[in-house]
């Protein structure tokens, strides 16, 4: 008995440390990457959410990340990243690099997001 509330609990535990993981949705549109500044809180995995609203496939690469990920046209793809520190972290679409360019922007703990106004 003692060993199934003990599951139960780790499950429940599991779940609520899931739902409490960031989320970030970026969307690739006429080869380019919205929003192009992704912000992320320091020392938390995050979930990247990417959605390629194109037509194209593209590749979603960044060396600074270690990530790679081809994103199909009409779909969508996940990616999980950190725990990082602080710092930026450039990415570009491997397809068309000179246009789909993005950086993640990990914020040191208690800074807020800039403003977009």
Same mark, same amino acid.
């Given at each position: 008995?003692? /060993?199934?509330?003990?599951? +139960?609990?780790? &499950?429940?535990?599991?779940?609520?440390?899931?739902?409490? /993981?960031?989320?970030?949705? +970026? /969307?690739? /549109?006429?080869?380019? =990457?919205?929003?192009?500044?992704?912000? +992320?809180?320091? @020392?938390?995995?995050?979930?990247?959410?990417?959605? @390629?609203?194109?037509?194209?496939?593209?590749? #979603?690469?960044? #060396?600074?990340? @270690? $990530? !790679?990920?081809?994103?199909?046209?009409?779909?969508?793809? @996940?990616?999980? &990243?950190?725990?990082?520190?602080?710092? $930026?972290?450039? =990415?570009?679409?491997?397809?068309?690099?000179?246009?789909?360019?993005? !950086?993640? &922007?990990?914020?040191?703990?208690? !800074?807020?997001?800039?403003?977009?106004?």
């Amino acid at each position: 008995m003692l /060993r199934l509330m003990l599951s +139960v609990c780790l &499950i429940v535990l599991s779940q609520d440390a899931l739902a409490a /993981r960031p989320e970030v949705v +970026v /969307r690739l /549109r006429d080869h380019l =990457f919205h929003p192009a500044k992704v912000y +992320v809180p320091a @020392n938390k995995k995050v979930k990247l959410i990417i959605v @390629n609203e194109d037509e194209d496939p593209e590749e #979603f690469d960044s #060396f600074a990340l @270690n $990530r !790679e990920k081809v994103v199909f046209g009409k779909a969508k793809a @996940n990616l999980f &990243i950190g725990p990082l520190p602080p710092g $930026r972290y450039p =990415f570009f679409g491997q397809y068309h690099p000179t246009t789909a360019q993005g !950086e993640v &922007i990990v914020l040191p703990p208690g !800074e807020e997001v800039p403003d977009a106004h």
